[in-house]
Structures are given as structure tokens and as C-alpha cells.
């Protein structure tokens, strides 16, 4: 089972697991090319509802705005 599903199922079982969301959004930036922001910042902004202060979440949001 490819990476993507594999998080797609975690995220099936525990939505708000912070580690599922940023891994899909990693598998998502690597597998696209256009309307990257828009597929995986949704998946950051609901990763820092569950913790604002997770250090993943917001280094990876700040590598997304400044790509």
C-alpha cells in the first residue's frame, strides 16, 4: 500500500492525528506539482488546532510559504 494511503487510513481512524496529517501533506507536496498550497495547508491548519505549538506543523507551514 503506497504512503499516501497509508496516512489517508490513519487519518480514517484518528483525524486529528498530528503526525498523519503532516505525513499526508508531505506525500501530497511530493507527488504534485501544481495547487500544492492549497491541497496541504488545509492539513496544517488543522494539525495546529489540535497543537498550535507542534514544532513539525509550524516548520513545515513556513517551508510551504516560503516555496
Known amino acids: 500500500?503506497?504512503?499516501?494511503?497509508?496516512?489517508?487510513?490513519?487519518?480514517?481512524?484518528?483525524?486529528?492525528?498530528?503526525?498523519?496529517?503532516?505525513?499526508?501533506?508531505?506525500?501530497?507536496?511530493?507527488?504534485?506539482?501544481?495547487g500544492v498550497f492549497d491541497l496541504v495547508l488545509p492539513l496544517y491548519q488543522k494539525a495546529l488546532s489540535v497543537d498550535p505549538e507542534d514544532f513539525e506543523t509550524n516548520f513545515n507551514i513556513g517551508v510551504l510559504y516560503y516555496e
Open 1 to 34: 500500500m503506497p504512503q499516501k494511503e497509508v496516512y489517508t487510513e490513519i487519518l480514517k481512524l484518528d483525524p486529528l492525528n498530528i503526525d498523519g496529517l503532516n505525513s499526508l501533506a508531505q506525500c501530497i507536496k511530493a507527488s504534485t506539482t501544481t
